[in-house]
């Protein structure tokens, strides 16, 4: 089951702190769920994640980096409101519910990373398909 990451946003799970490591952590976690996760980034990733990280990411899943001067947010709500795919971010998304009346609380799945690098989401990430 397809399911979408806010990059940018997970990049700061751990303890509020940029962690080039996080995107990476969330990304198997939601594998090990039986999922298939997107990662979006804005463009402004390049200043926390380097080229390392970038290709080793690259090599598990096809990152989209938006270009300069597009929101990966509105990219993230756009293939979500068109496939209803849930969307893992702690990002609300308030300015743009306006835009995409279709953005449900539902939708959204919050998590953390906890000391020892274990990866918890909330309650509302549906169970994956056997």
Request: glycine share 10%; aromatic share 10%.
């Amino acid at each position: 089951m397809k399911i979408l990451v806010d990059g940018s946003n997970v990049l700061f799970w751990r303890a509020g702190q940029p962690d080039p490591e996080a995107p990476m952590q969330v990304f198997r976690a939601l594998v090990a769920r039986r999922y298939t996760p997107v990662i979006y980034f804005d463009h402004s990733i390049h200043r926390y994640l380097g080229q390392g990280e970038l290709e080793r990411l690259a090599g598990q899943t096809s990152p989209i980096i938006v270009p300069r001067g597009t929101s990966a947010d509105g990219a993230l709500l756009e293939a979500c409101d068109q496939g209803r795919f849930q969307i893992v971010s702690g990002d609300r998304y308030q300015a743009w519910r306006g835009q995409f009346p279709n953005l449900r609380g539902r939708w959204l799945v919050t998590g953390r990373i906890e000391k020892g690098g274990r990866v918890s989401f909330s309650k509302k990430l549906r169970p994956a398909p056997l």
